[in-house]
């Protein structure tokens, strides 16, 4: 089973982007939208892309020139039908990936094997709207897809090991680096990142601290380039409220903050302020507090469940995410008892249980990884 053709469902941002992975590699590679606009777009984004990279002397012409002719643009889904692979990159809307594979249905031949980009969403809820699920996975790629490393690579309950094996040689060949995730809500990198954009808002709602002192006290924090609202703004707040009211229905704790909903819902962006005020070290203390409970908590919850192992998280924080100090190692450089002490404030305010398990695993990780290192003399 190997896969040399890709069709891709949508040319939007992530679809282009992964759309040149594929091309980059070699693969005859064929974007499907309905839009002639957004196709167009895409062909002019190809172009600029490809030119950067002679000027960049990165490729020859030659090169960017066969590359570039890898690629197929139309608005008949009945392309589909030619590709080993199809990748859905549609906006993440359950209904209107739902639909797409209904459309699809029809076009797929026996032999294809059908991802979905999705974020968040349970591939359960959208494996049904295909003839054959046990040929359906998922591929999450982070954006900007064509320099972020990281896939996600996630097995839906009926998905065959072929298909995963398949999918796993396309991502080495196309330069990804991959973890495997069950299916579950969020999987693993947004089961903890949105969370933690989330609290952000939480925080500025609450008066805590401003946009940009929250940005700044997190880029120390964590060792990042950019801080959560930052993020959310170059991502689309829109984008980022609609991950999130997609795990809400994990509990109350991922529930979307008042100030998100407002921002997202008008598709407006955050107003970061451009002279940061330092603030006091008690507000530092709980603004960090507060978005470390933000990640720990989902991160354990998610062990708990098996969703993933621990150097996956560790490896989507790191690649993914750039995160500097990494969450994982930071509980285990904290101590189990530091960290539920961290962790009490989040579990009474949402009334939820301690993540036992996840924080067996977390610490017996620790144990296990550290034994393997041998003693320097």
């Not at 012409?61 to 990159?89: K, P, Q």
């Not at 359960?124 to 790629?141: I, Q």
């Not at 120390?220 to 689309?236: C, E, S, T, Y």
């Amino acid at each position: 089973m190997k896969i040399e053709t890709i069709t891709i469902v949508g040319a939007g941002t992530m679809g282009g982007g992964i759309a040149i992975t594929c091309l980059m590699a070699g693969l005859r590679t064929t974007v499907v939208d309905l839009s002639e606009e957004k196709l167009q777009a895409l062909s002019i984004r190809m172009d600029r892309h490809f030119s950067r990279l002679v000027d960049k002397e990165k490729m020859t012409a030659d090169e960017a020139r066969d590359a570039r002719s890898c690629l197929s643009l139309t608005r008949a889904l009945s392309d589909v039908a030619r590709s080993d692979l199809i990748i859905e990159a549609v906006f993440e809307d359950l209904g209107l990936k739902r639909n797409i594979f209904s459309q699809l249905a029809g076009e797929l031949p026996p032999r294809s094997l059908v991802a979905t980009n999705t974020s968040t969403l349970r591939l359960a809820d959208l494996a049904d709207a295909l003839p054959d699920p046990s040929r359906f996975l998922g591929l999450h790629y982070f954006s900007p897809a064509e320099h972020n490393p990281l896939v996600e690579l996630i097995s839906g309950d009926r998905t065959k090991p072929e298909v995963l094996s398949a999918a796993q040689e396309f991502l080495e060949r196309t330069g990804k680096t991959q973890i495997l995730c069950a299916d579950s809500t969020g999987f693993a990198i947004n089961r903890f990142f949105c969370p933690y954009t989330n609290e952000a808002a939480r925080l500025l709602d609450e008066g805590v601290a401003t946009t940009g002192q929250i940005d700044d006290i997190a880029q120390r924090a964590f060792d990042l380039a950019l801080g959560p609202f930052a993020v959310m703004n170059i991502v689309k707040p829109r984008i980022s409220l609609n991950a999130v009211e997609n795990l809400a229905a994990l509990g109350p704790f991922y529930e979307p903050a008042q100030s998100l909903q407002k921002v997202g819902s008008t598709e407006g962006s955050w107003n970061i302020e451009d002279q940061v005020q330092p603030v006091h070290s008690s507000v530092e203390d709980i603004v960090v507090n507060r978005l470390q409970a933000a990640l720990f908590f989902p991160i354990l919850e998610a062990l708990g469940e098996g969703v993933a192992q621990v150097e996956a998280f560790e490896l989507g924080a790191s690649l993914a995410l750039r995160f500097g100090k990494l969450p994982i190692a930071r509980m285990r450089e904290m101590g189990r008892d530091a960290v539920e002490m961290v962790l009490e404030p989040l579990l009474q305010t949402y009334r939820a249980s301690m993540p036992k398990t996840g924080l067996d695993r977390v610490f017996d990780y620790a144990t296990r990884a550290e034994a393997r290192v041998p003693a320097l003399v």
